[in-house]
């Protein structure tokens, strides 16, 4: 079916019979110009928006449109998490090009729907319009806590630990998997259409890359998962971090901005980078330095944060929290000390989708 035999109207009511509300602060939700939302006097809502651009964010020659709808919407929900919020609701919009059918969008609205219904959040609205450039989504998120659970990026104080979930560089990896695959099959369909071969080009579009035992990098790059899990464990164990942001340009992008931020300094150690094996073994591969992966790669939409000294014990027995370094005074830098002892300055080497 063609987008224009339904329209831009036409097309929302398509997607929106499927939404259901969840949350009684959801007062009206699509339907009308504004959602109406009632927090209450005691809490603070929390809005963050992303826009991701065909070309720039995703490249649709591997990246199926349901994988796009479910890591836009988790990229988001990782913010608000990052600010030691609960996600709530999120409005969506798109700008589409002619080349996308009605069920090319439905797909991208049903990954929406599924990260949506794994953290109760609401679609309550967005706008949809048209593109000459591909796809666009931009979608704006918000979220809801206690004023004194709000946790920001400038609280980071000297000899608080530096704590990370999870582990880096395996979207990065992800990514590079992904690109490499997609020059190898360009350079064979070049090669097909030069020797003018039909069986060829036959056998090209149906063949498919061997990703067996790179499964883990792969879902790492094109199904991220916002870490709220993580906020929970740390509400239980009774730990409030003085900082904290989601990793997504790259650890050492976001922890120099907690420290510009804190006006702090810090030290982080190589061999505490926490890795996973396909992680280290795709990095071997490419022959590119695991560390760096780690360091800069982004887009692991893992969490950042910053602890009291006093706390060590408490989050270190936490699962999949990862003690890294600790805060210094300013006059000290930030670095990294490598496995032989060395100490390096951090460089912002992470994702910068503007710098020339």
Same mark, same amino acid.
């Given at each position: 079916?063609?987008?224009?035999?339904?329209?831009?109207?036409?097309?929302?009511?398509?997607?929106?019979?499927?939404?259901?509300?969840?949350?009684? *602060?959801?007062?009206?939700?699509?339907?009308?110009?504004?959602?109406?939302?009632?927090?209450?006097?005691?809490?603070?809502?929390?809005?963050?928006?992303?826009?991701?651009?065909?070309?720039?964010?995703?490249?649709?020659?591997?990246?199926?449109?349901?994988?796009?709808?479910?890591?836009?919407?988790?990229?988001?929900?990782?913010?608000?998490?990052?600010?030691?919020?609960?996600?709530?609701?999120?409005?969506?919009?798109?700008?589409?090009?002619?080349?996308?059918?009605?069920?090319?969008?439905?797909?991208?609205?049903?990954?929406?729907?599924?990260?949506?219904?794994?953290?109760?959040?609401?679609?309550?609205?967005? $706008?949809?319009?048209?593109?000459?450039?591909?796809?666009?989504?931009?979608?704006?998120?918000?979220?809801?806590? &206690?004023?004194?659970?709000?946790?920001?990026?400038?609280?980071?104080?000297?000899?608080?630990?530096?704590?990370?979930?999870?582990?880096?560089?395996?979207?990065?990896?992800?990514?590079?998997?992904?690109? /490499?695959?997609?020059?190898?099959?360009?350079?064979?369909?070049?090669?097909?259409?030069? *020797?003018?071969?039909?069986?060829?080009?036959?056998?090209?579009?149906?063949?498919?890359?061997?990703?067996?035992?790179?499964?883990?990098?792969?879902?790492?790059?094109?199904?991220?998962?916002?870490?709220?899990?993580?906020?929970?464990?740390?509400?239980?164990?009774?730990?409030?971090?003085?900082?904290?942001? $989601?990793?997504?340009?790259?650890?050492?992008?976001?922890?120099?901005?907690?420290?510009?931020?804190?006006?702090?300094?810090? /030290?982080?150690?190589?061999?505490?980078?926490?890795?996973?094996?396909?992680?280290?073994?795709?990095?071997?591969?490419?022959?590119?330095?695991? *560390?760096?992966?780690?360091?800069?790669?982004?887009?692991?939409?893992?969490?950042?944060?910053?602890?009291?000294?006093?706390?060590?014990?408490?989050?270190?027995?936490?699962?999949?929290?990862?003690?890294?370094?600790?805060?210094?005074?300013?006059?000290?830098?930030?670095?990294?000390?490598? &496995?032989?002892?060395?100490?390096?300055?951090?460089?912002?080497?992470?994702?910068?989708?503007?710098?020339?």
């Amino acid at each position: 079916m063609e987008i224009s035999e339904l329209g831009e109207f036409g097309l929302i009511e398509r997607l929106a019979k499927d939404i259901t509300t969840k949350n009684a *602060s959801t007062i009206k939700g699509i339907g009308d110009d504004c959602a109406i939302l009632a927090p209450t006097e005691e809490m603070r809502s929390v809005v963050t928006t992303d826009l991701l651009m065909e070309g720039v964010h995703f490249d649709l020659t591997y990246v199926p449109l349901r994988h796009l709808g479910y890591k836009a919407v988790m990229v988001n929900l990782s913010d608000v998490f990052a600010m030691n919020a609960q996600p709530r609701q999120l409005t969506v919009s798109l700008a589409i090009s002619s080349k996308f059918q009605v069920e090319d969008i439905e797909e991208l609205y049903a990954g929406m729907r599924m990260a949506c219904e794994k953290w109760n959040v609401d679609i309550v609205g967005g $706008d949809t319009t048209a593109s000459l450039t591909g796809l666009a989504i931009s979608i704006t998120a918000i979220g809801e806590a &206690r004023p004194e659970d709000i946790v920001l990026r400038s609280g980071a104080k000297p000899t608080d630990l530096i704590c990370v979930s999870g582990n880096l560089g395996a979207a990065y990896m992800g990514l590079q998997l992904l690109e /490499r695959e997609k020059a190898i099959y360009n350079e064979q369909v070049e090669a097909a259409r030069k *020797s003018g071969s039909k069986e060829q080009m036959e056998l090209l579009r149906d063949q498919q890359p061997d990703f067996s035992g790179r499964e883990y990098i792969l879902e790492r790059q094109l199904k991220p998962e916002a870490r709220g899990d993580i906020i929970k464990a740390l509400r239980q164990a009774g730990i409030h971090p003085t900082s904290m942001m $989601d990793i997504s340009d790259g650890l050492s992008s976001e922890l120099m901005h907690i420290c510009k931020q804190s006006q702090t300094g810090c /030290r982080i150690y190589e061999e505490r980078l926490p890795l996973d094996y396909q992680t280290a073994a795709m990095a071997e591969e490419l022959n590119l330095n695991v *560390s760096t992966c780690a360091l800069n790669g982004g887009e692991d939409y893992e969490l950042l944060f910053t602890v009291p000294l006093a706390m060590n014990d408490t989050v270190s027995a936490l699962e999949d929290i990862h003690v890294i370094g600790y805060i210094t005074e300013a006059e000290k830098g930030q670095a990294l000390v490598t &496995r032989d002892g060395s100490e390096f300055a951090l460089k912002a080497q992470g994702w910068n989708p503007l710098k020339a």
